[in-house]
């Protein structure tokens, strides 16, 4: 089965202590990409990768940072958290831009609070 | 990428078609429209996407006016677990960072 795989689903971390989200997908795509969605304010993405070792800012960047050592894997990293960045993340993956199938694939989020 | 307009939300009965209508009046000519919807807080799932002609599959069509200014997505017969927010977005297929912008989207709520 297709499919975007977040871990963990849930986690509540204090100010300052790194964490690391992970993605995985299933489907040999080349693209991924992080997004957070907050009340009010929708989905912004924060990060995106083209391919292995192709990363790039998005919308939100500050305060996150990713790496594409392997096709399927794409993690999230928060090196100092701060409470600003509690939020419902998403990592999401399609084949690249322009190519096959248009249709990006979610997984089911990540819902991070920072206190 | 053009900007989307949709209602913030819409009702509809359970079995009844549920049309979402949705404005893009600045389209251009390689941007495509896409509906994704999102049910309560899971990740937005893919429904469908178009360029200028129709297009329907198993789970919607939609229907693009020749001027490509608005569309709308259809789902045929609304059961209670299409309560999602439906997003329309606009964006070119080989837009080389592959974002998908996301507004507010329209919040459907299918009643029994």
């Known amino acids: 089965e297709a499919q975007v795989t977040q871990n963990p689903r849930y986690l509540i971390t204090v100010t300052g202590k790194k964490l690391t989200v992970t993605c995985s997908q299933n489907?040999?795509?080349?693209?991924m990409s992080w997004y957070r969605q907050d009340p009010g304010l929708g989905l912004r993405q924060i990060y995106y990768?083209?391919?292995?070792?192709?990363?790039d800012k998005g919308d939100v960047p500050e305060g996150y940072k990713v790496s594409r050592k392997e096709k399927r894997n794409f993690p999230l990293i928060l090196e100092s958290p701060s409470p600003n960045q509690t939020s419902l993340y998403f990592c999401?993956?399609?084949?690249?831009?322009?190519?096959?199938?248009?249709?990006?694939?979610f997984g089911q989020g990540t819902r991070l609070t920072v206190v | 990428d053009a900007k989307t307009t949709q209602p913030t939300s819409m009702d509809c009965a359970e079995g009844r078609a549920a049309n979402l209508p949705c404005n893009h009046s600045?389209?251009?000519?390689?941007?495509?429209v896409y509906w994704y919807r999102q049910i309560h807080s899971q990740g937005p799932q893919y429904i469908i996407h178009?360029?200028?002609n129709n297009e329907t599959n198993e789970m919607a069509s939609l229907i693009i006016t020749e001027d490509r200014k608005s569309s709308t997505l259809i789902l045929p017969h609304a059961t209670l677990r299409d309560t999602a927010v439906y997003y329309c977005i606009v964006r070119a297929l080989g837009g080389s960072q592959g974002n998908l912008i996301f507004g507010k989207g329209t919040k459907l709520s299918v009643k029994p």
């Open positions: 600045t389209i251009s000519g390689n941007e495509y």
């Open positions: 999401a993956s399609k084949q690249f831009p322009g190519q096959g199938r248009a249709e990006a694939f």
């Open positions: 489907m040999n795509h080349e693209y």
């Open positions: 990768s083209m391919n292995v070792e192709v990363t």
């Open positions: 178009g360029l200028k």
